[in-house]
């Protein structure tokens, strides 16, 4: 037992490494980009602790090169989801009633794990399973996921170290139980840490959890749970299975331990999931706790004061760093017509000096969408907008898939600031401008607020204070993240925590406390010292 009130060590954010030509990180970086891509590996389920295969394989290959193979995971059937639910109800117990202290301990090697030897490892996975760039992988699976792990464990001593007063001869107390059921963990392609983020946040606070990645993630979630196993996540506490998505919540959402999703992903699949569960609601032990990420139609929107280069940049960087895929990215912008023509200059010239190719090339700023699903959806939309005479394509506007999913860095420019790319979510290197009267801007900003169901990020750009203030109060159920003065993407744990509303998500804000708070289920104690021995309260009593 426990005989000490323990701090844990204070949460920093890991300082990003610069891969510049000549650095040891570079060169360990591309040594392990080369050993991956030289083998293919045998990827097998994870559940109860055991490596489980069931001999449907599914082929991996990076996106800009899908003639390459990286190896193989197993798809999972019903019968390994039920298998991962068992596993992960039968390891509960004691998970939950390990200390605290030690599962912080696990968590925090396993910070420790990414921040020194498997650094490379799982950034390289990124980079070839994903197609980021070297300093794109960097920021998520090295230095985000090793935020969540250390700020989480902080947020997680905080919240045990909220207590109740206490009155004369009374001891209240909060006991954080964690759910009862299991944690069902849904996670995407786009962020490593996002995926590692979402299972071991719930587990932190004592849960379990069957963990489902996206089948383009699969590559670095095997490198995930390698490093789990390694800093000692006990069998069962996060089982890691592969079923198509109607499989997989079949049997989770028809479970009655069911306990709670923690999603990132579209929008329509959130809201099928909460439709299906509200079915399913009286078939459950408790009301399941339903926390999604999900879509974004991101938006930069700049004041006439705006200084041009600073919002071509923001243009550049929040557009098409990793290709527009990010939940962050900016997909429609919001130009003044008197910086217009600068700003364009500027753009054009940003994009004109990025080069696009594989991610094994540091060179390269733009790599390949992440499927052929995606590069054909956005194929569509760039050919429909070649088309239509009420929009022009200035920057970009051509692709090709031979080798690699690669799509170039475009810009539309639309008339009709309804244009159908200006409201749909495209997730791509994609981005729809409208040049507005640079004297309509309180006009302009109730376009920008009501263009789409949306509310995940946006920026706002400008020197007058008095419309930097307008447009915060005009927005401020536009953007869960906002930003002023800088892209709407970057977001860094424990600085800015991550979440939109609307049709952007419950904003239960990935990287704060808020979110840990949603796995955990209080238990108020109140213990009397001295108990009454007789019913009657001295108001009783005669005059």
């Known amino acids: 037992m426990p005989k000490g009130i323990y701090k844990v060590p204070v949460a920093i954010n890991e300082p990003i490494k610069s891969y510049s030509p000549g650095s040891a990180e570079r060169k360990e970086l591309q040594a392990m980009l080369a050993e991956l891509r030289s083998k293919e590996i045998n990827i097998p389920m994870y559940i109860g602790g055991e490596e489980v295969e069931s001999h449907v394989l599914a082929r991996l290959h990076p996106p800009h090169d899908h003639k390459h193979v990286l190896g193989h995971f197993h798809k999972s059937d019903k019968s390994h989801v039920e298998q991962a639910i068992k596993a992960a109800l039968a390891a509960k117990e004691k998970w939950a009633n390990l200390a605290w202290e030690h599962r912080a301990s696990i968590f925090l090697k396993a910070a420790e794990l990414i921040a020194g030897p498997y650094r490379a490892k799982l950034n390289a996975a990124t980079m070839l399973g994903q197609s980021k760039n070297a300093f794109q992988a960097e920021i998520d699976s090295a230095c985000e996921i090793i935020d969540f792990l250390r700020f989480n464990v902080q947020y997680m001593t905080e919240i045990y170290a909220e207590q109740p007063i206490s009155g004369p001869g009374v001891w209240n107390r909060l006991e954080w139980r964690p759910l009862e059921g299991f944690i069902y963990a849904l996670t995407p392609f786009n962020f490593t840490a996002i995926a590692g983020n979402l299972p071991t946040s719930c587990a932190m606070m004592g849960n379990v959890v069957v963990w489902k990645p996206s089948n383009t993630q699969v590559y670095s979630a095997n490198v995930l749970m390698e490093i789990f196993i390694k800093a000692g996540v006990p069998a069962g506490v996060i089982n890691l299975i592969y079923p198509s998505g109607p499989d997989a919540a079949e049997v989770v959402f028809n479970h009655k331990d069911f306990a709670g999703i923690h999603f990132t992903g579209s929008t329509e699949v959130f809201q099928n999931i909460w439709q299906t569960i509200g079915k399913n609601i009286h078939k459950y032990r408790s009301y399941p706790r339903i926390v999604g990420e999900t879509g974004g139609k991101d938006f930069i929107m700049a004041h006439k004061s705006a200084e041009a280069k600073s919002l071509a940049v923001a243009i550049s960087r929040g557009a098409f760093e990793y290709q527009g895929q990010k939940c962050s990215a900016a997909s429609r912008a919001y130009v003044p017509s008197n910086l217009w023509e600068e700003v364009k200059k500027y753009v054009l010239a940003d994009l004109k000096d990025m080069k696009m ?47 690699g999913y690669f799509i170039e860095p475009t810009i539309i420019v639309a008339k009709d600031p309804k244009y159908v790319t200006m409201c749909e979510e495209l997730f791509g290197p994609v981005l729809t401008l409208f040049v507005y009267d640079a004297d309509k801007f309180e006009e302009t900003l109730e376009l920008v607020d009501s263009t789409s169901i949306y509310a995940l990020t946006g920026a706002i750009l400008g020197q007058d204070r008095y419309a930097l203030e307008l447009a915060t109060k005009k927005l401020s159920n536009a953007a869960g993240n906002f930003y002023i003065n800088d892209k709407c993407t970057g977001a860094v744990v424990g600085q800015q925590p991550f979440g939109g509303s609307r049709g952007s998500g419950t904003n239960d804000k990935a990287g704060a406390k808020i979110n840990l708070l949603r796995w955990v289920s209080p238990r108020t104690i109140k213990e009397t010292f001295s108990p009454p021995t007789d019913y009657k309260y001295p108001f009783l009593q005669a005059d």
């Open 357 to 403: 190719g594989p991610t094994e090339d540091f060179t390269n700023f733009i790599n390949a969408v992440i499927d052929e699903k995606s590069f054909d959806k956005l194929a569509k939309y760039i050919d429909a907008a070649k088309k239509d005479s009420n929009v022009e394509i200035i920057a970009g506007g051509n692709y090709d898939k031979s080798k």
